[in-house]
């Protein structure tokens, strides 16, 4: 049958329905396999360290570039989807996941497992994640709020599941046979990719995007080879792709909207600030637990007790802040609920005991539900919408630096003083510094921007501090991907 005749089969205007909601399954499927994956991390610390005979520091470089590129490949992946298509990419991504993971039940040293584990399984679950919150903006225009919500729960239920299969796992056939079957589950994600197909607008051309090569500069570049271009044609031309790399850096980069909006400034710096403290307890709460007397499988409960609870005030967070009595306030609620997971980990010097940890476990959960239900809220509140992906890429990259380097730091901390205490201590210390400073500093821009009206000074752009909703109508095929909204990574 012909391109043409199978490409009939598909609705006319996909969006908001049939189909639609099969692709919304696959977005809660993949976010489970990709987000919720690096919480059960922590679950294996023990065993590599006496496997590779690892210090903590060493031991927590693994997660952490994981993590790390799972946060950071956003602006590569937007290039693969823009050149191949939101399915190519899901499915891809799936491959290098499931490779990654299957090579790691083969390392013989904790550096290969920073290359397999980290870096491989880490860029796969990248382009999975985030292709296929991508496809979902394709498929749902009215009720695009409403998908992304239902799809976030996907992250929680990955968190309640991945450690409680990774301790049964761990305690049957070891860690290297765990990680060979975690390899064929995270394959998994091709199979959401399958499902993920081209939509079909109104006017009968496949929404997807162009393929290599086939573009009108590049059209006109081979027509200005083949002619046979001269010297200064030759540096022009050298100019020009110059000129176009820089365009693509501000494209998926947005240095401009950091140095001239200062809300977006704040915001970056306070964001990449906290990551530094924020994934510590992620890391090191089963170790710590460990370590003072809890039994394995009580300690990988823990981590499940956090996604279980997000599960329910996740979804109920994002629905609170959308009330419009916080419109233009939601930076303020998105610290407090900083301040409360930098005071929560206090609990954990206090005692080891497994019920208090249960109780910290229960305050960490609410309160990651308001971080991970904000987070790009908040950031479209300070960021025109027609830049929003360029700014989240920039944003996205300065956080993975902070979640990079800060476990192994504290691990170092850790490994100098034989103490999991300095965990918490350095988790707190930069959760709520960094909720105290953007508290304050947007609450000293709030008055600066007032006295501005009051004195009838125009802003440069007010829009910049504005809530703006998405478009209700669907997008056109010229337009570049919607950016990914009302969803996040962490």
Known sequence: MSQGGAAARIAAK??????????????????????????????????????????????????????AVLHGGGPLCSILVKRFGCR???MLGGLLSGVGMVSSSFCKSISQLYLTAGLITGLGSCFSFQAGVTALGYYFV?????????ASTGVSLGFTLWPLLSQYLLDEMGWRNTFLIFGGILLNCCVSGAIMRPVQLASGSLLQSPKPGEGPERRAEEAQLSNGASSPH????????????FQMLQKYLAFDIFCQNKGYQIYTI?????????????????????????????????????GFINIFIRPLTGLLSGHRVFTGRRIYLFSLAVLLCGLSNFICV??????VLIVYCVILSIAMSGIGALTFQVLM???????????????????????LIGPPLTGLL?????????????????????ALFMGLSFCTLEKKNKLKEASKVPLDNPSRYQYNEMPTEPQSESQSPPAVVYITSI
């Not at 206090?350 to 019920?355: H, K, N, P, V, Y």
């Not at 700014?391 to 979640?403: H, K």
């Not at 965990?423 to 959760?431: D, G, P």
């Open 270 to 306: 306070g964001v990449t600030w906290m990551m530094m403290g924020f994934a510590l307890p992620h890391v090191y709460l089963v170790p710590y637990a460990i370590q003072n007397g809890v039994e394995e499988r009580r300690a990988a409960l823990l981590i499940s007790v956090i």
């Open 142 to 150: 009215r009720w695009r709020t409403l998908a992304n919500a239902m």
């Open 14 to 67: 996909p969006q908001d329905r049939g189909w639609a909601w099969m692709v919304l399954l696959a977005a809660v499927l993949l976010q489970g396999l990709t987000l919720g994956f690096p919480s059960c991390i922590g679950i294996f610390f023990t065993d590599l360290q006496r496997e590779f005979q690892a210090s903590n520091s060493e031991t927590s470089w693994f997660p952490s570039i994981m993590v």
């Open 414 to 434: 850790v490994d100098i003083t034989s103490d999991f205490h300095y965990v918490f201590y350095n988790s707190s210390f930069f959760l709520i510094s960094a």
């Open 234 to 245: 030759l540096e022009l031309q050298q100019q020009t792709r110059r000129t176009a790399c």
């Open 350 to 355: 206090i005692s080891a005991e497994f019920s």
């Open 88 to 90: 190519f990419a899901v």
């Open 381 to 403: 509140d300070v960021v025109e919408m027609d830049r929003f992906s360029s700014a989240l890429g920039l944003f996205t990259i300065l956080e993975s630096i902070t979640l």
